[in-house]
């Protein structure tokens, strides 16, 4: 059964279903770096619970003129415009008064969530039908996704994705360094703003499938997992959207598994795992590759050390440096060199004291060095040339002779 | 001082490349940068000096259009700020970067042609043979594959340069490139400010360190939220002239420091 969803057998709507939430993922995941860069994730949090006073409105409005209230449209439209209200107060009391941003955004998530909680249980007492559906845009349904609901959802997921693609360039360069971007001649009030807008979008549409308490989620984790593999904006631009539609794709399978549980916690979950391996597993910067990296740097300190005090006839007290000395072989129980140790104490010395002889006398003609290195622990042989070597070499030689 | 103003009374017969007319900076009802005019000239390299606070970067951003004028029109070479983008490069202070940013060094080099890229301009061969140069240039091109945040200060100080470079602008302003580098790095950067002077450039430096103004400057721009002197360094770079802008912040010791 779960083959059949995931190879999306499961008849016609639980393709659409699909189809629909994978896309919102992409996008979601897409739209999510740039507002990662620009450090203002929290922003998502801001619409997405913003987007609840709205929602009821238009709904109230639909009902009031003789319609379904129901119709996907009209909920997002009104969802739309009050969350651009709640942008708007933050960035005027950011703006207007002393307001640090995120105490901008804490006030007015939690001012408009409350007023669209009241406004919600409210409604459940009015005689009209159909209010309890509401409830589902707090924590996401995939159940009743209708056709033209998948087609809104497509249409827009497409058109975020557009935008995102062509204004990457502007978005990067605002996020990396607003001034620098002023002084090209590029206006940041407008790439922000168009990040806002693609926000807005994703949150707007993915709060019908994941839900407005758990949509920053898809924006945020794609993110935060596709940074741990990449150094490169444009590739974690990519991965992130690949990581969001996985997790939509997935967790919508997932769904149409077991229909009784909740779609948004699910994918958000999906999304979770996946941001769990890429955490601990990432080539460079995982916990995993760190530790270790740590671990053999600090072998390599330790044998270093160890090997310069036996070349030099100097003790050796820390316990840890004998140890790893004694398992490399380098000495025996009794803390005796054997005669592999005094080779390599030999080499390790005579690489310190080249390495001194150019830093002393060379390193100013190479501009582009690694200045700072402590460059005991890197082979020479690795950085200079042979004739480089045999230079030092009889330099250090005439030095000792005279 | 009437000697060191000369320039602002333009007596330089050339059409200055960079022009600031009546420029005041205001965050709150004290003004930072205080009723500002000065022309800078071709084929000159300028320092701007003055004591912590004076206002020295913020003109600079001011004249960029960074931060919002509140009186003052900025030209660059005879044409309106906002026409001229393409003529004059920037290079920003260190400080406000985050340098975990995912971008290599020749992305952050990259940046500099995205007015001429355009939104959907593919980069070509000819695009990152600009790049490499300019990274060669300022002795980076080994580190072109690294992230930026692995790189000393004074290394992500020549990236910055080489980003204004390869946006082979006529006009140069430099926010304290200076501080804080190693020696190398100050070595490397006046050479190709020099070169960039010698090529009928103009080159305008928030400079700190007195001590340097004499040898590497052939302009002084003293500033203490209003301008002080202006003008050939010989001139203007004179101990009555420095202890107007420091005030008695200036001790008589720091002067023979400055070798005058």
């Known amino acids: 059964m779960l083959w059949q969803s995931l190879t999306l057998q499961l008849g016609y709507n639980a393709t659409l279903v699909s189809f629909g939430v994978t896309l919102l993922g992409i996008a979601a995941g897409l739209a999510g770096t740039y507002l990662y860069l620009r450090k203002n994730s929290l922003v998502s949090d801001a619409i997405s619970h913003a987007t609840l006073p709205g929602l009821v409105i238009a709904f109230l409005v639909m009902v009031a003129f003789g319609g379904d209230g129901r119709l996907l449209v009209g909920l997002l439209t009104g969802a739309t415009l009050s969350a651009a209200l709640g942008l708007y107060c933050v960035s005027l009391l950011t703006r207007k008064t002393r307001l640090s941003q995120d105490a901008a955004i804490g006030a007015v998530l939690s001012t408009f969530f409350s007023f669209g909680v009241v406004l919600l249980t409210f409604i459940q007492a009015l005689p009209i039908g159909h209010q309890a559906g509401l409830q589902n845009f707090l924590l996401g349904s995939t159940a009743g996704m209708l056709w033209n609901d998948a087609m809104v959802i497509t249409g827009l997921a497409l058109a975020v994705t557009l935008v995102l693609i062509v204004f990457r360039r502007p978005m ?61 904006s444009d590739v974690i631009f990519t991965l992130s959207g690949i990581f969001g539609g996985a997790s939509g794709y997935i967790g919508a399978a997932l769904s149409g598994f077991a229909p009784n549980l909740p779609a948004g916690p699910i994918i958000v979950l999906v999304a979770f795992v996946i941001f769990v391996i890429s955490f601990l597993l990432a080539p460079e910067r995982g916990v995993l590759a760190a530790t270790l990296r740590f671990w053999s740097f600090q072998t390599r300190v330790h044998l270093t050390q160890g090997l310069l005090a036996l070349a030099q006839d100097r003790p050796i007290y820390e316990p840890k440096t004998r140890r790893l000395l004694q398992r490399s072989g380098y000495i025996r129980a009794d803390g005796v060199a054997t005669d592999d140790g005094r080779e390599q104490a030999f080499k390790t010395l005579q690489n310190e004291r080249r390495w001194s002889f150019w830093k002393q006398h060379l390193e100013g003609d190479v501009l582009s060095a690694d200045t700072s290195m402590v460059h005991s622990l890197i082979d020479i042989e690795s950085r200079l040339t042979a004739d480089q070597i045999a230079e030092i070499d009889n330099a250090l030689l005439n030095e000792a002779t005279s | 001082m009437s000697k060191g103003l000369h320039v602002v009374q333009g007596k330089d017969q050339r059409p200055s490349s960079l022009t600031i007319r009546g420029l005041t900076v205001s965050y709150g009802a004290d003004p930072a940068v205080f009723s500002v005019d000065l022309d800078v000239y071709p084929d000159t390299m300028t320092a701007i000096i003055g004591p912590n606070g004076a206002g020295k970067s913020t003109m600079l951003k001011a004249a960029m259009g960074i931060i919002p004028r509140l009186s003052g029109q900025i030209q660059v070479l005879s044409r309106p700020l906002e026409e001229q983008r393409s003529a004059i490069a920037y290079v920003p202070q260190r400080a406000s970067i985050d340098w975990d940013f995912p971008a290599t060094v020749q992305d952050v080099v990259m940046m500099g042609l995205y007015p001429k890229l355009g939104l959907l301009g593919r980069i070509n061969a000819n695009h990152k043979a600009q790049v490499t140069s300019a990274l060669d240039r300022v002795g980076m091109l080994d580190f072109a594959k690294r992230q930026i945040g692995q790189l000393s200060g004074g290394q992500q100080q020549r990236v910055f340069l080489a980003r204004a470079l390869v946006q082979d602008a006529q006009v140069y302003l430099l926010d304290e490139p200076f501080a804080g580098v190693d020696a190398a790095t100050e070595k490397a950067i006046i050479t190709v400010l020099h070169d960039l002077r010698s090529t009928g450039k103009t080159v305008v430096v928030v400079h700190h360190d007195l001590a340097t103004v004499i040898d590497y400057f052939d302009q002084v721009i003293l500033i203490n939220k209003s301008i002080i002197a202006a003008g050939p360094t010989q001139d203007v770079f004179t101990t009555e002239n420095l202890q107007l802008a420091y005030g008695g912040r200036l001790a008589a010791t720091q002067l023979d420091v400055v070798g005058l």
């Open chain 1, 172 to 232: 990067r360069l605002v996020a990396f360094d607003a001034s620098y971007a002023q002084a090209l001649g590029y206006r940041v009030g407008a790439i922000d703003a168009v990040i806002l807008g693609v926000t807005l979008t994703v949150t707007v549409i993915g709060m019908s499938v994941v839900g407005l308490i758990l949509i920053v989620a898809l924006l945020i984790i794609p993110t935060v997992a596709a940074r741990f593999w990449s150094e490169k």
